[in-house]
């Protein structure tokens, strides 16, 4: 599949399944951050997840997601399966993803645009505070770590993903986010 499609598909999926289910999961007092595990050939998605801090504080957008996939009774192996994480993951997920056996693993918006847009410091301040580093190495043993919007800027026509960037920022910035006491504050 040529990068494009494969950024095409994976916009889809964000804007398509995980934010549909996101705007439910935040008016129960969840926080943005969603999943999903999409088959690499295809992309199309096996499970979708999106945060549930409500049941647990350690149920972020990708354990939820995990979680989800983990109780499917017939599922692909990981070899065959990419994650997507709407951003990029905090320590616990990022070990999350690697103990859960994925290779590779695609996420939309940084820890910077996190840190600023979404208001959320802590992804970083754990990094800093327990391991004295600024996040996950890109290449590591367990995976490889991809930026959609940096794949973006280096395809042939980053225009053309443009429309369906925006209408998922906006979505993001339209949620309403309820106050919650996170750990450190
Ligand atoms: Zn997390």
Redesign the pocket.
Known sequence: MRLEEKLEKMLDVIRYEILPLTECEVKRGNHV?GGAVLRSDTLTSVMVGSNNRVESPLF????DTLNRFFKLPVRPHTDELIFL?T?D??????A?VAWAGFKEVWFLFGYKDVESEFGMPV?LEMYRELFSTGGVRKENKFFSKYSIKEAIAESADPDAFHEALDEIEKRYAAMEVADFAYPGT
């Open positions: 951050f972020h957008g990708e354990i994480a951003h993951p905090c320590p616990m997920c990022a999350a992804d």
